[in-house]
């Protein structure tokens, strides 16, 4: 591979991750658990990314992993990259049954 194209990977994964810290940053119930936090006064962000759109953590970490697997020089690794990004959209979607179901405004 050349190293071009893991030198431009490599800046869009850290560009991709930089988002998804962006997105933890400006929500307080950002978790890896699928839940209404209403002990914590749970309510719709819509500052910082969400803003445009209502998964920014999962769209940040589908850009970042394949991008992860170029930037080691790695086309193999887009396989599995691949795989993971297909886990990804799958619980994007349950979460926003989920979030629908349970919560106003969203």
């Known amino acids: 591979m050349p190293v071009t194209v893991s030198i431009i990977a490599l800046i869009v994964s850290a560009t991709a991750l930089s988002f998804h810290t962006w997105a933890m940053a400006v929500n307080p119930f950002f978790s890896p658990v699928t839940r209404v936090q209403a002990e914590c006064g749970y309510h719709v962000i819509t500052q910082g990314p969400y803003r445009l759109l ?3 953590g999962c769209l940040a970490m589908i850009i970042a992993i394949p991008a992860s697997a170029l930037a080691i020089g790695s086309w193999l690794a ?17 979460e926003d049954k989920f979030l629908k179901r349970n919560c106003e405004a969203i």
């Not at 691949?82 to 990804?88: E, K, L, M, Q, S």
């Open 78 to 94: 887009l396989l599995p990259a691949a795989g993971f990004c297909a886990v990804i959209l799958r619980c994007a979607r349950i």
């Open 54 to 56: 209502r998964s920014p």
